[in-house]
């Protein structure tokens, strides 16, 4: 099986964004899962034209999304990417789409592909986890329903979804206040996650 496990730069002040760094630290092989990590530009649509090269060059089996949702206590497993762009800040080049569809005449929602259960059950063994039924109306949304839209108009046996992740312990300093997570915690989840998806 091939696995594509996508994270984000960093935005918005912070120097660290999780997402990357679990992708970065994840194994190039688990079990008979080969997976290929990129790391997504906080930008509108450009985040989109790099995804999609890399679904055409990698062809992968499924398609794990990592984003970071600084201030949540638990992982958050995503049940709906909306047809939406609506930005409460600045992207990293400075665009703030407002009420926006991300893509003209498409369904206003889409579900994941990923066996959800089994996820969250992978998840739950590391760290604390929950579903979430909003991945809010930013970056990682964006991503969200784009490779969804994707997967429903081109390649419907495509398993994907999108997984939020706290703050971890290396951003505290900026974050005293908030939750975070270990990070070899998170990639171990992250890890266990994918073998999950081999069913």
Known sequence: MRV???GFEPFGGDAINPSAEIARNLPRHAADARLTTAILPVVYYRSLAILRRLLILERPDAV????????????????????????????????????????????????????????????????????????GTFLCNHVFYALMDYIHHDQPSLLGGFVHVPFIAEQHRSHRREPFLELDSLVQAVRRAILSLQG
């Open 64 to 135: 794990l999304c990592l984003g970071m949702a600084g201030g949540a206590a638990a992982v958050t497993v995503e049940t709906r990417a909306v047809n939406l762009n609506d930005a409460r800040m600045p992207d990293n080049d400075g665009q703030q789409p407002e009420g926006e569809p991300i893509r003209d005449r498409a369904p206003a929602s889409l579900p994941p592909t990923v066996p959800l259960d089994r996820i969250c059950e992978a998840l739950g063994r590391y760290v604390p986890v929950e579903r979430s039924e909003s991945a």
């Open 4 to 6: 594509l496990v996508t």
